[in-house]
């Protein structure tokens, strides 16, 4: 554990106090985790930029002793990391599936018609309203990434090109824009000023309207040891402890919970106005807040046993990949996502390693990788060169990725998977 020295600078008029907690403002002492330094995790290399100055940041997360919120300190701001982006939702199969399952459920629980309004905070390329749209539902995105918010605007999908945050509900609401539903996900982990957001989302709510998160669940990343989903973009890791105080604290109740398999385990929240009693808080909701009670989650060493944990796991994928390359083997990666710049970056894995990684997305294509440089090709790249190896970056698709890429087998090829340790697939 360490302590913090308390430092405070102003940014776009807001002062930042990296050395307090972002939610209740107490002072950061405890070390979560610290994986070193690492560049942004989405700041894909151009073959121009080889050769330039790269910026690296220090990834160290810190716990809050007061409200328990884990979270990395601010050293880059989200107009530097989100004006411009590379993730875009439609690029995974199952990711979409997700999103139409979610439309089919919330459309009847909640009587969602056509003078309904649902709005998607991070509405990246309309991956989800796109479902809504068809149903005859009035659609509004909320996206801060110019190229992203492009391709949801050709879709149809009316989208708004701003952060959000009080302003924007404040400019939306005064224009007559108020949402029945208001969807946000994996979104509440990526905002730094999270009183502002939460503050943001109970004024676009109507007063018998629901909202819906999703995020990533500390419980899990902490079961599953998923430390790779720790970069500069995530600004915080989440609990259903931390996220009721958060949201209660703002005029919001959570009434219900969904535990989800995305993203290595992430919760869907369901939120309403505080004043609304016509949604009775579930039984879910108080099950899952004692399971996380049990767990430790409002015990300040609870959190401290992580660390080990992933240097353990480290050690592991190393000792795996040195043996593979003295036997002489060839690996490639699959997949360029932000969690496999954390990977590969901590454990400083480069092209001594892994010969190149392949995406579907071709903005990605022919970049490289940040920090580590692994270039970046299209999927067909693997037939080419028939790798003995396949390391799965974006593991949480595992399933889908070995079924897409069963072919390789026909060589030999065996699938890595590195999280929550290595795992080899024949």
Known sequence: ?????????????????????????????????????????????????????????????????????????EYVSPQDIFTEYAYFSSYSDSWLQHAKNYTENVIPRFRLHSYSQVVEI?????????????????????????NVAKVAIKKGIPTVVKFFGKNTANELAADGTQADLLVANNVLAHVPDINDF???????????????????????LMEGNQFDTIYHEHFSYLSLLTVEKLFAEHGLTIFDVEELSTHGGSLRIYARQAEDTSKRISQQVKELRAREEAAGFSNLKHYFSFGEKVKETKFKLLEFLISAKRQGKTIAGYGAPGKGNTLLNYCGIREDFIDYTVDRNPYKQGKFLPGTHIPIFHPDKIQETKPDYLLILPWNLKNEIMSQMSYVRDWGCQFIVPIPEVNVYS
Not at 122 to 146: R, T, W
Not at 198 to 220: D, N, S, Y
């Open 198 to 220: 939460v503050a943001g989302a109970k004024i676009l709510l109507k007063p018998q309207g629901v909202i819906t998160m999703e995020f990533p669940h500390l419980m899990r």
């Open 122 to 146: 991070a509405s990246n390329d309309g991956y989800l309203l796109q479902y809504f749209l068809a149903k005859g539902i009035n659609v509004l995105g909320i996206e801060p990434a110019a």
């Open 1 to 73: 554990m360490t302590k913090t020295t308390l430092e405070s600078y102003v940014q776009n008029g807001t002062t930042v106090n990296r050395g307090c907690c972002r939610f209740c403002g107490s002072t950061l002492k405890h070390t979560f985790v610290d994986l070193g330094m690492s560049p942004l995790c989405e700041s894909y290399v151009t073959a121009e930029q080889l050769n330039q100055m790269e910026a690296f940041y220090p990834l160290h997360v810190y716990v809050c002793d007061r409200c328990f919120l884990v979270q990395l300190q």
